[in-house]
């Protein structure tokens, strides 16, 4: 049973560029969460979806970022027009049906390590 | 933080000695995770603790908690150089969906 897979690992993309960041959860998984982590620091929430829909997106940027999780393939985070600030890891993790976030265990990927040159 | 602090931010310590990092957080929650990360990876879940909970053991790793403080701590009992990584707190609000993450601590045991 394959983990969250993330891609691409790392992504180097000049300022006003357009950065795609795949993920596909574990088998399994209806719920993925989009995370940020700057060098040294904890995770900042972005983004939760269930397939086709957006739950809450209170701590993505209201401008520049979109996420989609849809009924087939992987979620995607984009960033449009990227600035040197949007240089960071970005983590996706997955949860199981039925067991969301009151549940618990969040499955991580590796990471996407976009650098905005 | 967006949830809490943690403490200390970082910690050096000898193989073989425990190592405790605490944690708090702001608003009433179902439960309380921690997460290991290992340099330039992906978080790897440790355990669970729920709100309902005081204390919890999972191999040498001993979480508590408690409610009425709001806070959390993680003791790593005899410690291996292995355990060198960053240790978070995270914890998902009542009535909430999101499971928010505290700074982490940054642990280093020498061997």
């Known amino acids: 049973n394959a983990g969250v897979m993330q891609n691409p690992r790392h992504l180097v993309r000049r300022r006003g560029q357009e950065a795609r960041l795949r993920c596909s959860p574990m088998k399994g998984h209806s719920h993925v969460y989009w995370y940020r982590q700057l060098p040294e620091e904890g995770l900042k929430f972005m983004v939760y979806?269930?397939?086709?829909?957006?739950?809450?997106e209170s701590g993505m940027p209201k401008e520049r970022f979109s996420a989609e999780f849809p009924k087939e393939g992987p979620s995607i985070l984009r960033i449009q027009q990227v600035v040197r600030g949007d240089s960071a890891a970005y983590f996706c993790?997955?949860?199981?049906?039925?067991?969301?976030?009151?549940?618990?265990?969040?499955?991580f990927g590796e990471g996407s390590r976009l650098t905005v040159l | 933080s967006q949830q809490g602090e943690e403490d200390p931010q970082a910690l050096s310590i000898q193989e073989g000695e425990n190592a405790t990092m605490n944690c708090s957080y702001k608003?009433?929650?179902?439960?309380l995770q921690w997460y290991r990360q290992n340099s330039g990876r992906g978080l790897v879940h440790l355990i669970l603790?729920?709100?309902?909970?005081r204390e919890k053991h999972s191999g040498r790793l001993r979480v508590t908690l408690d409610t009425s403080k709001k806070s959390s701590s993680l003791l790593i009992t005899a410690s291996r150089a292995a355990d060198t990584a960053s240790y978070f707190c995270?914890?998902?609000?009542?009535?909430?969906?999101?499971?928010?993450f505290g700074a982490g601590t940054r642990l280093f045991v020498k061997a």
């Open positions: 993790a997955s949860s199981p049906l039925g067991g969301g976030p009151s549940t618990g265990e969040l499955f």
């Open positions: 995270a914890s998902t609000n009542t009535g909430g969906f999101k499971t928010i």
């Open positions: 979806l269930q397939k086709e829909n957006i739950i809450d």
């Open positions: 603790i729920r709100s309902n909970e």
């Open positions: 608003t009433s929650i179902n439960n």
